[in-house]
């Protein structure tokens, strides 16, 4: 991995060794709507899984360009539409501009395809509402890409060992959020609300995601949301600062704070934890680097009624959930996520952000 990709968030791309669960050309997407670097995440999981990249598209020719140097068996399409029409193309994986993510994936889901986008899925409760009728409609999935777990290897064994019972049941989750702002390479659209949302809908999807997929909730109610911006005076419509408090319907406890105060000292883009209290243990997933030890890392220190384990995860655990994903969508199968799972954590992030705004 490259000190830009573990030094930049919008850059953070990871890859790994993994299990082919397809042939090549059994399983065919496309990548388009390239305005965000998660992209290159979520191109990159589905190609080491065994997917087959057949097209590339976005307006902006300098993004496709870039796309192609590092994916050079893309095709470049003319037009969405191109894609649409192809009846090989199985799933279309996108990272467009937050607000206009939900009609990109409608577009997918009536074309027959199943839809795999970056997060924040929606900016609205009311695209939110259109996509389920969608998904009811068609048939289609409606994927988030929640890389915050899903392409972070210390998130994922976390979720493996609460799962097998190793810290009992859950009773809190704490999930911290830093990210480096790296405000001069933002896109306008960064720094707009009505296009990424607010921080809560943004980042704050990721750990409404993992708090549920920890807890086994199936809801949860919001206690208090706020956001800020604390020292961006010049873009107004940035929130620098969130934080929320929430109840799961299973009476778990969840408190996150996302921030765009990560340091430039910082050798990663967010030192970001997971701390997580069970009834016979707990858990710390030190998710990006071990701070004046060792940078990019991936690590858990679990603690149990036996033991102190300190579990090195970084390239060592990989990241299933792109091959679990493929053969969901061959075989209409839930499980890598189910699409209510996804669409919760986003119905949660946008209820914490509309009380945070009303404040």
Known sequence: MSKTQISSGADYAPTAEAEKVVEPGEFVFASAFLDHGHIYGQTNGLKDSGATLKWVYDPDPKKVADFVAKNPEAQVAESYEQILEDPEVKLVASAAVPSERAEIGFKAMKAGKDYFTDKAPFTTLGQLDTARRLVAETGQKYMVYYSERLHNEASMKAGELIANGAIGRVLQVINLAPHRLSKSIRPDWFFDKEKYGGILTDIGSHQFEQFLHYTGAKDATINFARV???????????????EASLTADNGASFYCRLDWFTPDGSPVWGDGRVFVVGTEGTLEARKYMDVGRKAPDSRIFLTTGDEVQEIECFENVGF??????????????????????????????????????RS
Request: aromatic share 10%; with cysteine; proline share 4%.
């Open 320 to 357: 299933p959930f792109f091959g679990e994903l493929i053969l969901d969508c061959i075989h209409r199968t839930e499980n890598a996520m189910t699409q209510e799972h996804a669409f919760k954590a986003a119905e949660l992030s946008l209820q914490a952000q509309a009380m945070a705004d």
């Open 228 to 242: 800020e911006n604390f020292n961006n005076a010049d873009t107004p419509g940035l929130d620098d600062f969130g």
